[in-house]
Every structure is written in C-alpha cells, then in structure tokens.
C-alpha cells in the first residue's frame, strides 16, 4: 500500500513554493506558483531543467515543516496552505498508528506583491479568522498507512478492488474525506503521496481484559462533509439525499494490536459493529427566532419524496440493509416530522429497508431508563441478521455486516447517542462470547471495570458530536457515564440546554460560515464580498438600548442603591431597566430577527425572514418618527402609514 508521508518541508522561493517530502514519494515535490496558484509536480531530486530548476537555484526565503498538508485554499489575495503542525498518538488500530490534529496553519502561498486593500482586506482577515475557527477544534484524526475515512470492512472492499498498492486518498470515503475540497489542487496535480486523508470527529482506543484476555477497544465516528454546519442551519436532506449531521461509528474489538493478548483463540482477529446517524430525511428547517423551541417548518411529503428516496438508495447501497429508528415525540411539535418520515418509509416499499418509532421521552420518562430494552427486543432480529465484522489476520474475512442500524431525534444528538451506546453493548457482548471470551451465560453487566471504561468512552464519543453540531456537549451524558440519570446531569442538562439557545440565536451563523468555508461550500470569489451589511437606524437603537440596560443592571449588582441589593430603591432600579430590556427583546422578536440574530453570511439560508422595517412610531413611541426620518443611505423612505411589518426596498 502506498502510504502517505510523515514529514514535509516547504520552502517559500520568490516566484514558487516547494513542497518536499522528507523520505520517500520518488523524490517528488509539489511546485505552487505564487503568481497564478497553478500546481504542479515535478519529479526528480533536481527538479528539472531550465525554468524550473532556475526557480530553486538560491536559498529559499523560509522553510516550514509540517507533519502534514491538508490543502490549499484560495482567498482574497490567492492560495493558502493548510498544513498540519501539532499531531499527537490517539491510539492503533490493529498495526496502524492513529493521530489527533493537535496544532494547524494557515500559510500565505501567494506572492508577497499581492496585496489587497480597503475592505477587501477586511474581507480577507475574516475569511481567515473563519477558517482557523474551522480548524482550532481537536477532533481532526488521521493515519498515514490507514484509511481513516472508512471502516474496516470498507478498507477491505477497497483494498480487494483497487489493490494493495493504490494511494490512501484514491481509496477514501467520499462522505467522510473532510479535507477532499482542500485537497482538491493537490489530487488534480497527481500529489498522491502528498494527499493525507483526515476524518472529523471522535477516536479513542482503551487497553481492556476480560477473563484475562487483553484487547484494544476502540470507538470511531466519522462525521460526514458533504451538509454539515451549525444544528438549526442544516437540518434534513438536500436535494441530493445528503443529511445533516451524518455520522459513522465504529465499534471495533481489536486482538490484532501489539498489546493484544497472544491467546491462540483471538490472535490476530479484529471484529467490527457500524452504525450511523443522521438527520430526519426530510425538507425541514427550525428557523431561529429567538424563543427557546425555533419556528419548525416541514415541507409536505411528496416535496421530499425524492430526497427520502435517494439517501435510504445510497444508503442500502453502502451498507446492504437499513433500520431506521426514530427517536422524535410522537405529539407535540415533533409529531409533524415524525408523521411525515413515517408515511415516506411505507411509501418506500423497499423490502431491505424498515422503519421503527420509539417515542423515547415517553417511554423513558420518569427515569425508567429501563424500557429501552423495548426498543432492543423489537430491533433483536434485524441486529442478529446484520451481525457483525469479522477477519482474522492470515486468514482473511470471516463475517461481513449485512445491514445497518440508522438513528435519529430531531439533533441526532442526545437520544440518539443513548440508545447507540445501548446498541453497541449488546452487539460487542455477543462479540466477545463467539471468541470465547465470555462465557455462554456470562453478561457483560458481571464486568464492572469493562463497563466504567464503556460508559467513559461513550459519553465522550457524544460530547465530541455535540459539540461539533450544537456547540456544547451532549445531553443525558450521566446516563452514559454512570448507567443512571442524576439530578446533577439534569442540572448539567439544563445549563448546556441554555448555552444552546444562546449560541443558536447568536453566534452559530458565523460557525456555519467557517464549515461552509472549510469544506468549500462557498468559493472565494476576489471581488466580491459577502459581508456587506448594514443595519437600519431602528436596530442600532436597539442594540444600544439593549446594551445601556445590561450596563446598568450590572451597576445594580455592583453598586447596589441604599448599599443593599434588596433596597426598595434598588428593587425598583432593576424593575425598571429590566421591563426596558423586555422590551427591546419582544421589539427584536417581533420584527427584527434577519437584522439582529445571527446568520449565516457566505450561503444564503433559504428559510431566513426578510429584512423589514416596523412602524417605528408603534413601537417605540415619541424616538420613532425621529428614527425614521434618520434612515438615511439604507434606501429605505419612512413609511407611509403605521403598518407592522413592510419589506424593505
């Protein structure tokens, strides 16, 4: 197998940027030209004759070094090299070393003499402020002789397709190759040896015995690339069949590891269990409005017949069969959703495809944790006939997994990570009997440090989903910890559920901003800049009222009136510049949400409200004709009359 590099140097000349790797790739390097951001590679340790040799003749401006290149991008003043320059060891699989992303990058490729100015210069430290959000989370995983995109029955596939000698990227997951846009120079310029694949999301491997066997258990989940984002911007299917939220994860058993035990029964075997996630595939939205449950919008059933149709397809394709849980409420606002998935899936009449819904709040409520073991006798059959990976170093595959368990909620988040973990014990304890490492009668619940470890592993595999998705960590994570729901989870619940709300309304627009950049749903156009804005006078004024009243409830709790928080002077201080923060709060729900909240800039969300302009003498009383008649260059002329809600010009 060709395998990627460990090491690069990249040298920054006046007119080119060399990429070098330190051993191997033939002597190969990767040639940038700073002028026009063309890629090339050239072969030989001399790098050829005439101009290009000429490109290299002195001593190189500077040289970075780097463990890897996960690509180049191109902004506002021309390409960018993401490089990778702080790795760590997360753990092996089977002989395969894994790493963590630990440090990035960004590095101007682009010639000194281009420069830009005015607000493109703006623009572009924006752009780059995005993209090294983008890159600043620790859940970048990597492996240079590995495929970490894809499983290990995949690899297998792959391996028996494309052959053994073929490069990593040639045989990478398309859904879950997270860098493939930033790769995409490098791949047309035929660099295989200097594309390296990496996955988003959780990796972790434990050392583990049972009965005094040892085993490596390792957890995987790879997050899909191709519609992801901020929770209440990517919601649904697109109309390829893409969901939000999409994620792989892996559960393997790993006897092949160095620290395995060399016990004859398990030598060598690696056994494997998938299941996935993803958003309800549907056309559906929660539009953030401010209150705590976002406006739901879902699109009758026949307009998502198509997008229903083409990911349960590519889905049955990828993995043989499909069972799809879902978690959502079946009355409330949850209801229109879940009615919908589940008149599609009778439509479907697929027989490899089959549909559940387990109401999980209901039948969990009241802490009766206990009555998932409902969901798992109903689902016994499809699980026992789907099985599970098997091989066995020196003598190939043993067992194929034969289909898939999808599950969602409406995040595919917090139910959605309770009940996979639930799944994945019963599976890996019918994994360790047929090896013989328990006993016919013996229950994984007899194993109290094997289940601390699982409990561990799992509730940090949720937190590291939530928090690429919602910004926080996962929900009813004590349940995963501890096998029980506590009072202080709920309390932990509680205060994650808030954080949500205000990173929802205030600042996850710019976070699907850096994603849409990163993984190149929006291309830089030079030129051109998506961030214009400017907001009316009605929305200043309310964003100053809101901050004057903050400013002087803080003062309250500081310098407390009459030098008691509970002063009647002071009680009344705070009555009063509280009711005004009420009221500029229902003023911005009420009509300035698309001016106030926090939106995604660089791709336009279909479902955003239009910009209007309220009655301004309505709701703000004696300031509102004096506010209008200052709108001044917005273009937008006062209203002719006290209507509520006229669109801007």
């Not at 066997?213 to 919601?235: D, H, I």
Request: aromatic share 10%; proline share 4%.
């Amino acid at each position: 197998m060709v395998t990627a590099q460990q090491s690069y140097k990249i040298s920054f000349y006046p007119t080119t940027v060399s990429i070098e790797a330190a051993r191997g790739a033939g002597g190969e390097r990767v040639v940038i030209d700073r002028t026009t951001g063309a890629v090339r590679t050239v072969a030989g340790a001399g790098a050829g004759a005439g101009a290009a040799a000429a490109a290299f003749a002195g001593a190189p401006q500077r040289t970075v070094t780097a463990h890897g290149v996960m690509g180049l991008i191109s902004l506002q003043r021309g390409p960018y090299l993401v490089l990778i320059t702080g790795r760590e060891a997360a753990g092996t699989i089977g002989a395969s070393t894994v790493y963590r992303v630990t440090e990035t990058r960004v590095v101007k490729a682009a010639a000194e003499s281009r420069v830009v100015a005015g607000f493109d210069a703006v623009d572009e430290a924006t752009y780059l402020r995005l993209l090294e959000s983008a890159l600043a989370v620790e859940s970048f995983y990597f492996s240079y002789d590995m495929d970490m995109t894809s499983s290990l029955q995949r690899q297998r596939q792959q391996r028996d397709e494309k052959g053994a000698g073929s490069a990593l990227f040639a045989r990478a997951n398309d859904e879950f190759f997270y860098n493939k846009f930033l790769s995409e120079a490098l791949v047309a310029a035929g660099a295989g040896a200097f594309v390296l694949p990496v996955m988003h999301g959780f990796f972790e491997c434990r050392p583990a015995v049972v009965n005094g066997t040892a085993f490596n258990y390792v957890l995987v989940t790879r997050r899909g690339r191709k519609r992801q984002g901020a929770r209440f911007f990517v919601r649904g299917a697109d109309a390829e069949g893409n969901v939000a939220n999409f994620a792989e994860t892996e559960q393997i058993v790993d006897f092949a590891a160095g620290s395995a035990s060399a016990d004859a029964r398990v030598a060598g075997v690696q056994m494997a269990y998938v299941q996935v996630r993803g958003s309800i595939p549907l056309e559906w939205a929660q539009v953030i409005n401010m209150r705590y449950a976002p406006a739901l919008r879902v699109e009758p059933p026949a307009a998502s017949a198509k997008r229903f149709a083409a990911h349960m397809g590519r889905l049955i394709a990828d993995y043989d069969e499909v069972a799809a849980v879902n978690l959502v409420n079946k009355a409330g606002s949850e209801r229109r959703v879940a009615d919908a998935f589940a008149q599609l899936s009778r439509d479907l009449g697929d027989p490899r495809y089959h549909y559940t819904h387990f109401d999980f709040h209901r039948e969990c409520s009241r802490m009766r944790w206990h009555r998932l073991s409902i969901l798992a006798d109903e689902l016994a059959p499809l699980t026992e006939r789907f099985g599970y990976f098997r091989a066995r170093a020196g003598a190939g595959v043993q067992q194929r997994q034969r289909g898939v368990v999808r599950t969602n909620c409406m995040d595919c988040l917090d139910r959605t990570n309770v009940v996979q973990s639930e799944l994945a014990r019963a599976v890996l304890e019918q994994q360790l009997r047929a090896v013989g490492v328990l006993g016919p009668a013996e229950p994984l619940a007899a194993l109290p440090a094997l289940r601390a470890m699982l409990n561990a592993v799992w509730a940090d595999n949720a937190d590291a989903v939530s928090c690429a998705y919602s910004g926080t960590g996962a929900l009813k994570t004590d349940f995963t910890r501890t096998g029980r729901r506590t009072h202080w989870g709920a309390l932990q619940d509680a205060r994650n559920s808030l954080e949500r709300y205000v990173r929802g309304n205030f600042f996850d627009g710019e976070r699907q901003d850096a994603a849409d950049l990163l993984l190149g749903a929006h291309r830089v156009q030079p030129g051109q800049s998506p961030f214009a804005h400017r907001l009316s006078a009605e929305a200043r004024a309310l964003v100053g009222t809101a901050y004057v009243c903050l400013f002087m409830l803080t003062y309250a709790v500081l310098y407390p009136r009459a030098g008691r928080w509970f002063a009647a002077a002071n009680v009344a201080f705070v009555a009063c510049w509280s009711a005004v923060l009420a009221l500029v709060f229902a003023v911005v729900m009420r009509s300035h949400t698309a001016e106030l909240l926090s939106w995604p800039r660089l791709v336009a969300y279909p479902y955003r409200p239009p910009v209007t302009r309220t009655s301004a003498s309505l709701e703000l009383p004696l300031v509102g004709p004096w506010l209008a008649s200052r709108e001044g260059p917005a273009g937008v002329a006062p209203p002719p009359s006290r209507s509520v809600g006229k669109k801007l010009a």
